[in-house]
C-alpha cells in the first residue's frame, strides 16, 4: 500500500538556518503530495503541494519539488524564524479516491 | 469562508462511557475524514465520508463509528472508552472524494481525555 517516510526528529536549529526535511513515498501511479504545518495547540494547515511530477510547491519561503525519479518531496526553506517552529507532515493523496496518508511527523524548533 | 470547526473543543469522559463529537465542513465541501492523532501513533486514518456514504475506513475497532448528514456535518462516535482513546480527534474536509488535486483542510481537533 501506499505509504511515506520522514527524517526522524526533533530538528533543532538557529535562527536564519538553512532547513531540509526529507520525504519519501510509495504509490502506486501519480499521487499528489502535500506538506502540512501543525502549530502547538491547532489542527494541521496546508503549507504547500505538487500534483505532478517536477512540480514545485512554495508557500510563506518554503519550498518543495516532486521527484518521481527518487520518489521525494524534501521540504526546504533558506532562513527559519523562530515562528517556524511546528511539527511538519508530509502526505500524499493518490488518483484512486484512496484516503490520505500521513508521514510521522517532523518536530522543528527554532532557536533564537 | 468559514473554516472547518469542531465541538466541543475539548472533553474529558472516564472509561466505559461514550462520546460523540461533531464536525461541520467548509460549505459546499461533500467529503470528510476523521483522524486520530496520538504521540505515539501519530496521525492514523479513522473513516471518510462522502455524501452521507462511509467511503474508506481505517484499522479500528467497531467501538468506532461515525455518520456524515445531508448538510455534509459529520459526527463521530466512541463507544466504551478505554485509556488508549485518549488523543486528539481531528476532522478535514475536501471538496470532493479522492482525486490527485484534492486538498484536506483540517478543524483545531477535539481534545478527548479518558481518565
Known amino acids: 500500500g501506499n505509504s511515506v517516510t520522514q527524517m526522524e526528529g526533533p530538528v533543532t536549529l538557529s535562527e536564519e538556518a538553512f532547513l531540509t526535511i526529507n520525504c519519501t513515498y510509495t504509490?502506486?501511479?501519480?499521487?499528489?503530495l502535500f506538506w502540512y504545518v501543525q502549530y502547538p495547540g491547532e489542527g494541521l494547515q496546508l503549507l504547500l503541494k505538487?500534483?505532478?511530477?517536477?512540480d514545485k510547491g512554495s508557500n510563506k519561503g518554503f519550498e518543495a519539488t516532486y521527484r518521481k525519479e527518487t520518489t521525494s518531496f524534501h521540504l526546504e526553506k533558506g532562513s527559519v524564524q523562530v515562528s517556524d517552529s511546528a511539527v511538519y507532515f508530509c502526505?500524499?493523496?493518490?488518483?484512486?479516491?484512496?484516503?490520505?496518508?500521513f508521514g510521522p511527523g517532523t518536530r522543528l524548533s527554532v532557536l533564537p | 469562508k468559514a473554516g472547518v470547526t469542531q465541538t466541543p473543543r475539548y472533553l474529558i469522559k472516564t472509561r466505559g462511557q461514550q462520546v460523540t463529537l461533531s464536525c461541520s465542513p467548509i460549505?459546499?465541501?461533500?467529503?470528510v475524514s476523521w483522524y486520530q492523532q496520538t504521540p505515539g501513533q501519530g496521525l492514523q486514518f479513522l473513516f471518510e465520508?462522502?455524501?452521507?456514504?462511509?467511503?474508506n475506513k481505517g484499522n479500528f475497532p467497531g467501538r468506532f463509528s461515525g455518520r456524515q448528514f445531508s448538510n455534509s456535518r459529520s459526527e463521530m462516535n466512541v463507544s466504551t472508552l478505554e485509556l488508549g482513546d485518549s488523543a486528539l480527534y481531528l476532522c478535514?474536509?475536501?471538496?470532493?472524494?479522492?482525486?490527485?488535486?484534492?486538498?484536506?483542510?483540517f478543524g483545531p481537533g477535539t481534545r478527548l481525555t479518558v481518565l
Open positions: 502526505a500524499l493523496s493518490d488518483n484512486y479516491g484512496q484516503n490520505f496518508v
Open positions: 460549505s459546499g465541501h461533500r467529503s
Open positions: 504509490a502506486t501511479g501519480y499521487p499528489s
Open positions: 505538487a500534483t505532478k511530477a517536477d
Open positions: 478535514a474536509s475536501s471538496p470532493s472524494v479522492g482525486g490527485s488535486t484534492d486538498t484536506q483542510y
Open positions: 465520508y462522502f455524501s452521507e456514504t462511509q467511503r
